[in-house]
């Protein structure tokens, strides 16, 4: 590429994705939101015990380093300017807990995994203390239910629970975050300076953030007897939050002096990414879990049907936050690393398609993947796995089908529930993430929910916003989002190809087989015997 083709290119922006079982690190063109190279590095999860998940929070900050500095390798391969990069936008695993030493720049445990049920015991205390233990006792202020899933309660277990935590509070010594605050004050400086902030979407997923002033509550604070001095400072998802700076331990300094002007939780980074501006569009992203959100725009909408109320976006100081409403389930694609790595009925996840493809039919079995529970509409914790409706016919591709055609009907019920609560349905569904690669998938859930799938050729959907965002801030405005200088997205689509009637009735004995899921687990069981009988959580990533 000649030096006058490098000009052409233009500014870049760099975005940093950290997920649930992979780090990615991708660059992107701004005046055309082409991609132009990235890396990515698989993350270790460890589950010291039934239904725990972790993961190493230094892990994570060197995977990090290790995309941006192999991506920029790529890069200057090409002939590309690293220098072009003007911007780095973060997007992260949502809710996952970590909590650090200012002083030494170290974790003081491993960071706890949205996805881990240590805390059920812990919920059901903070039970006891709310009128008719209501669940749902926070909603108008936080958006969420009462729940294992969220932030506050994790860092509720690790003041109980972990001694070095307690004496670096007592300290003044500790530090709390989501991935994003780690990352952004790892990135910044560290012990040496960093910047603790977080943005106001990874706020509203910790129980402890205000919807509506968008301030930490004080009183959502006493309640979980959350210090509040260890919190980070909440920002727009697009400014200027600080620079990276060189890490000599990692030999990692490429991207030194570019601003981090970008931060997302990767549910709302991919309504950016999928550019759902305008109130009522919504988009299905199929990673480790399912997550779909609806844009309600300047408008706070509470679900009656078992959804959440989340923060889709800020972006900018100034600019108004929009809402949004949010379906999570918590096995999607995790269902599928299952089938291979704990039952060993294939050896990659792709075959898991060829198998679906081979039958096209589960012949009556349904598997409902409720491992850690399940999450939307029912948040009954209660709930475990089971695979239903078997026969002596019945043969590993017949369990696959079923596998992808639960992701489908999970999806299907977070719609209904959208549906309803917006009263306007939608005509399409919009989607993105790792899964949507699986042709039957996309054409299975097509057909279970009688309406086209929509999936654009370029999937990075999620570290597109991210990028989106920190382009687009003041102080760097190399990225419009203008609806007219937005780029048009090629996409391909899924029309339904089976009849309405058949889809309601496979639809009916799913809802039949999640009922019998329910009511499985109960807190006082001997913990031997748990231990026996637990699921052990795997996960993928979007």
Not at 437 to 449: E, F, Y
Request: net charge negative.
């Amino acid at each position: 590429m000649a030096a006058s083709d490098r000009m052409v290119l233009g500014p870049l922006v760099g975005s940093i994705d950290q997920g649930t079982s992979s780090t990615r690190f991708l660059v992107f063109n701004a005046k055309t939101a082409e991609l132009l190279s990235h890396h990515q590095v698989e993350i270790q999860q460890k589950f010291p015990k039934e239904g725990w998940v972790e993961q190493d929070p230094k892990e994570i900050l060197k995977s990090v380093h290790e995309c941006v500095e192999r991506t920029c390798e790529k890069l200057q391969q090409l002939n590309i300017d690293i220098t072009n990069i003007k911007a780095i936008g973060v997007s992260n695993q949502r809710e996952t807990t970590v909590v650090w030493d200012k002083t030494t720049g170290e974790p003081l445990y491993n960071a706890i995994v949205w996805l881990d049920l240590r805390t059920q015991s812990t919920v059901e205390r903070l039970l006891k203390r709310i009128p008719g233990k209501n669940k749902a006792f926070f909603k108008f202020r936080t958006g969420l239910p009462l729940s294992t899933y969220f932030s506050a309660v994790k860092l509720r277990w690790l003041l109980d629970n972990v001694e070095e935590i307690r004496q670096a509070v007592d300290d003044g010594r500790a530090m709390f975050g989501t991935i994003d605050s780690w990352l952004i004050w790892s990135l910044t400086g560290g012990k040496n300076g960093g910047v603790h902030c977080t943005d106001v979407t990874n706020a509203s997923r910790t129980m402890l953030f205000n919807i509506h002033s968008l301030e930490w509550d004080p009183e959502l604070c006493q309640f979980f007897d959350i210090p509040m001095e260890i919190l980070p400072k909440v920002r727009s998802s697009s400014e200027i939050y600080g620079l990276m700076k060189i890490c000599p331990s990692l030999k990692s300094g490429a991207l030194t002096g570019v601003p981090i002007s970008g931060c997302l939780g990767d549910q709302s980074a991919a309504l950016v990414g999928q550019m759902c501006f305008q109130d009522g569009q919504a988009k299905n992203t199929y990673g480790t879990g399912c997550f779909l959100l609806c844009n309600t725009g300047q408008k706070c909408v509470f679900s009656e049907h078992g959804l959440l109320t989340t923060i889709a976006y800020k972006l900018g100081r100034d600019k108004p936050v929009c809402y949004a409403l949010e379906g999570s389930v918590a096995i999607a694609g995790a269902v599928v690393r299952w089938l291979r790595d704990n039952l060993g009925i294939v050896k990659t996840s792709q075959e898991v398609e060829k198998l679906a493809a081979e039958v096209g039919t589960s012949y009556g079995c349904y598997f409902v993947p409720a491992f850690s529970g399940l999450y939307a509409p029912y948040w009954e914790p209660s709930a475990r796995g089971i695979i239903c409706g078997l026969t002596q016919f019945t043969n590993k591709n017949h369990i696959a089908f079923a596998a992808l055609e639960a992701v489908c009907f999970q999806t299907r019920e977070i719609l209904d529930a959208i549906n309803k609560d917006c009263g306007i349905p939608l005509n399409q569904l919009q989607v993105d993430g790792g899964m949507t690669n699986n042709k039957v998938l996309m054409q299975l859930q097509s057909d279970i929910l009688c309406i086209p799938v929509v999936k654009p050729s370029m999937p990075e959907t999620t570290a597109l916003g991210a990028a989106m965002a920190a382009g687009a801030a003041e102080g760097v405005g190399i990225w419009s989002l203008n609806p007219g200088d937005l780029t048009a997205v090629t996409c391909e689509r899924f029309e339904p190809q089976i009849n309405p009637e058949e889809s309601e009735y496979r639809y009916a004995r799913w809802k039949k087989a999640v009922l019998k899921s329910m009511g499985w687990e109960t807190s006082e069981a001997p913990s031997n015997v748990i231990s026996k009988v637990g699921l052990r959580i795997e996960s993928t990533e979007d």
